[in-house]
């Protein structure tokens, strides 16, 4: 998804002919088994942008590097905890080139000083107050360049639209295999965003591909789970055998669609679903009744898949206490039978 836009408009099912890797896999199951457990947790579009404009900042690498010291992550893990979600996942970055956690890599690669990476390694830190809960980890990174950031894009070599971008492909596994192998067994799975372009970018059976891209961010944890998303499609479907879950991006929970199910996995893909309580990514109030947000719950449970809802943060990297309601119902919901 793209924070800084409505929700996306539906597209028709697709049918999607897979062109498998020769690399050996390892099946979805014997890593995203624990989602069915989990059942659900939440998202957080923590982004430079996003935050500047809710809150009317001039963003510069001063300001972000502020704000990312100022984030409370004991308050968050605490809010997480109370209302029972089992996992968290949030946003390194997006469009605008700013990310939450430092990365050499990145900055040899593009060249950019200041560096636009934050002092602070917020997941490490975050990682720290969630363990003592017992809650996952998880982040949320783009496939693609930060298409705000014209320097970053020229420097690494991305034309959006249906290219293979094997240059750009060959530096971004770097970027992610880096912060990988930083974060270790901090880090439980990736959801990439982005992945528009399958069969132009990732379907080769040579790398640069989703082969080469899921082995990246699985460096530092084998047994991290990883998911590529295709955009808003209502019959949620996994892209790739190298995938553990589905993305299941889903900006109308009620036109969700599962079908063929086996154990909480469809053709040996964890299900799983990720929508919005706001008015669209990481924005607004409360859309759903209680009732509303706990039925779209359990149509995914049902399945045996998990749920991941995104809600907005404030700049303290809190949540907002008209969403607790909602979420300490879906967490109660989630404790049933």
């Known amino acids: 998804m793209r924070a800084r836009t409505a929700s996306k408009t539906t597209i028709a099912v697709l049918t999607l002919a897979l062109v498998a890797s020769a690399a050996p896999l390892v099946h979805a199951e014997d890593r995203a088994a624990w989602m069915t457990q989990a059942k659900w947790g939440v998202m957080n579009h923590y982004l430079a942008d996003l935050q500047g404009k809710a809150y009317k900042l001039r963003m510069s690498v001063d300001e972000w590097n502020k704000l990312i010291d100022n984030f409370d992550t004991e308050a968050l893990a605490e809010q997480l905890h109370s209302v029972g979600a089992s996992y968290y996942q949030i946003s390194i970055g997006q469009n605008s080139g700013y990310y939450l956690s430092p990365n050499p890599v990145y900055d040899k690669l593009t060249g950019i000083r200041p560096s636009k990476c934050s002092r602070r390694d917020l997941i490490a830190d975050l990682y720290e107050s969630l363990r003592k809960r017992g809650i996952r980890l998880m982040v949320y990174l783009p496939s693609g360049a930060p298409d705000e950031d014209r320097a970053a894009e020229a420097a690494l070599e991305w034309r959006k639209g249906p290219y293979p971008n094997r240059e750009f492909q060959l530096k971004w596994q770097q970027i992610v295999r880096y912060w990988s192998e930083r974060w270790g067994k901090k880090v439980s799975g990736w959801w990439f965003d982005g992945c528009y372009y399958p069969n132009s970018m990732y379907r080769s059976a040579k790398a640069p591909n989703f082969a080469s891209l899921a082995a990246a961010a699985r460096a530092g944890n084998p047994d991290a789970?990883?998911?590529?998303?295709?955009?808003?499609?209502?019959?949620?479907?996994?892209?790739?055998?190298?995938?553990?879950?589905?993305?299941?991006?889903?900006?109308?929970?009620?036109?969700?669609?599962?079908?063929?199910?086996?154990?909480?996995k469809l053709d040996?893909?964890?299900?799983?679903?990720?929508?919005?309580?706001?008015?669209?990514?990481?924005?607004?109030?409360?859309?759903?009744?209680?009732?509303?947000?706990?039925?779209?719950?359990?149509?995914?449970?049902?399945?045996?898949?998990?749920?991941?809802?995104?809600v907005p943060v404030q700049l303290n990297g809190t949540m907002p206490e008209s969403f607790l309601p909602q979420l300490s119902a879906i967490g109660k919901a989630a404790k049933e039978p």
Not at 236 to 263: C, N, W, Y
Not at 280 to 307: C, H, L, M
């Open 225 to 264: 789970i990883v998911a590529f998303n295709p955009g808003v499609y209502y019959r949620i479907f996994g892209m790739s055998p190298h995938q553990d879950f589905m993305a299941g991006e889903i900006d109308k929970p009620e036109l969700v669609k599962v079908s063929r199910s086996t154990a909480g």
């Open 268 to 310: 040996g893909v964890q299900i799983h679903m990720l929508s919005y309580l706001g008015q669209t990514w990481g924005q607004g109030t409360p859309r759903f009744t209680n009732e509303q947000a706990v039925s779209y719950s359990k149509q995914i449970w049902g399945d045996g898949g998990a749920v991941t809802w995104d």
